[in-house]
């Protein structure tokens, strides 16, 4: 089964191996996605496989398929990164992890939600612009290591009703996250 759970600082060595793999030459070092996990008005949440059980009966360990995090100090949220790996591409799963992500947003109290997204990226701005975000400026150059232009895209969100709050972690699709950690504040360049 794949659920998406809050991120902890134990996720670190399998969301280090993802950033690099994902993001290669802008991918943050393990202290800056360290640093992130920890900060404060942080919510990171991973998108994990369940182990498997081998011949010998034996269960692995869970694999960690993606993540996302979001900065939330306000009225205001901005989404700080969104990753799936390759091979669990296609299912929904980073659609999943934006609904968490607005799921948190909301419970925080936040009004709108901005994100960048790769001017090169289609299916995520085509995902973005499907869950209503709107493309509102270009930022020309923003990332650093080949040029690319990043669209800025906004949503407004309308405020969810008491009863329909998320409260706890759940399955893929459930939209029930919940809430981060204590973290110590570390301002970092956001991605999506």
């Known amino acids: 089964m794949i659920r998406i759970r809050p991120a902890t600082p134990a ?24 640093e992130e996990l920890r900060a404060p008005h942080r919510s990171y949440f991973v998108l994990a496989a369940d182990p498997e059980t081998g011949s010998d009966g034996t269960a692995g360990a869970e694999r960690v398929l993606g993540y996302a995090g979001l900065f939330h100090p306000g009225a205001v949220a901005d989404v700080q990164t969104i990753a799936v ?10 659609r999943a992890l934006m609904r968490a992500l607005m799921a948190r947003a909301r419970a925080t109290g936040a009004e709108e939600i901005f994100l960048e997204v790769r001017a ?73």
């Open 11 to 34: 996720d670190l060595r399998e969301l280090s191996g993802l950033e690099a793999e994902i993001f290669g030459s802008d991918a943050w070092s393990p202290r800056q996605l360290d």
């Open 120 to 192: 090169d990226n289609p299916v995520a701005r085509a995902l973005y612009a499907d869950l209503g975000f709107d493309a509102i400026d270009v930022r020309k150059n923003y990332y650093p290591s080949d040029g690319v232009d990043a669209i800025v895209m906004r949503l407004s969100l309308a405020p969810a009703p008491r009863a329909e709050r998320p409260a706890a972690p759940g399955p893929v699709g459930a939209e029930q996250i919940a809430p981060p950690l204590a973290r110590p504040e570390h301002p970092q360049e956001p991605r999506a």
């Open 85 to 94: 790996a390759a091979e669990a591409r296609g299912a929904g799963h980073g």
